[in-house]
């Protein structure tokens, strides 16, 4: 269901002329961070309960790691734009085109790429060279990095500090961000004198608000909130909620609130069927 919900957003925005704008095209790129999300984790999730636990190398758990997080930091940063593109939509509408222009939007998602890529080729370096002798069960449904580093007995102090100064500016960062742009899109909304069409103007932010509220809640109870305050049973709830829920619901929640997307299903279950 997941590879299907974020496929067909793939093919409608690429094969619908009227989808070719900026905040479609940051969406499929939201989709393909949930592809290649969903399938580092879902599968080995299925298969460690139906087995009831399953064995994996430490090559292929850091090799879990790295296409978990890559994804899921270049989501992040994706997040942030599309936050931006609906503050430019709303509060600057003449200047839409100017600002957002396909050159721009089209470098900074390969800039997003690259950073996602980096970030995680840093950690993931560093975690190969820790040694593991610590007990040999992790008491989780995937790799998750504070598991990984709990069962380590290496010196994990430059891994610490690394993971310090990239997750907690760049969390941060982003947090106000999105915080300030929604702060100023409903001040915009607000001076709207139709109720319809402060109506229209919030319904093109709610489906990102939605996945964003979902999104970084979960990463925020993860890993900013200090792990001794939940127990693993609740940390465990949480995860499946960005690595398994959000990816799910993130194409639902944008084709049923998008009249745009609705329109273009339509069109080509219409085609499908001729």
Request: charged share 10%; hydrophobic share 45%.
């Amino acid at each position: 269901m997941t590879l299907t919900g974020n496929l067909l957003i793939i093919i409608l925005v690429s094969a619908t002329q009227y989808l070719h704008s900026p905040m479609y095209f940051f969406l499929s790129q939201l989709s393909s961070c949930d592809i290649i999300l969903s399938t580092s984790i879902i599968p080995n999730l299925l298969h460690v309960t139906l087995k009831n636990g399953v064995p994996m190398s430490v090559s292929q758990c850091i090799a879990q790691f790295n296409f978990f997080s890559f994804p899921s930091g270049t989501e992040c940063f994706l997040l942030t734009i599309m936050s931006y593109d609906r503050y430019v939509a709303v509060c600057k509408p003449l200047h839409y085109v100017t600002i957002m222009n396909s050159q721009f939007c089209f470098s900074l998602v390969v800039l997003f790429w690259i950073l996602g890529f980096l970030l995680t080729l840093i950690l993931t370096i560093l975690l190969s060279n820790l040694t593991f002798c610590n007990s040999k069960y992790i008491d989780h449904f995937f790799c998750d990095l504070v598991p990984l580093v709990q069962l380590s007995c290496s010196d994990t102090t430059v891994l610490q500090i690394v993971i310090y100064l990239f997750g907690v500016p760049e969390t941060v960062i982003e947090t106000v961000f999105i915080i300030s742009t929604y702060v100023c899109i409903f001040l915009a909304i607000h001076r709207i004198s139709s109720s319809t069409g402060r109506q229209k103007a919030f319904s093109t932010c709610s489906s990102h608000l939605s996945v964003v509220c979902m999104y970084y809640g979960a990463l925020m109870a993860i890993y900013i909130f200090p792990s001794g305050e939940h127990s693993f049973g609740i940390n465990k709830i949480v995860s499946l909620m960005y690595t398994v829920v959000s990816p799910l619901l993130n194409p639902v929640i944008y084709s049923l609130r998008n009249q745009e997307i609705k329109t273009a299903i339509r069109k080509l279950l219409g085609k499908t069927k001729c």
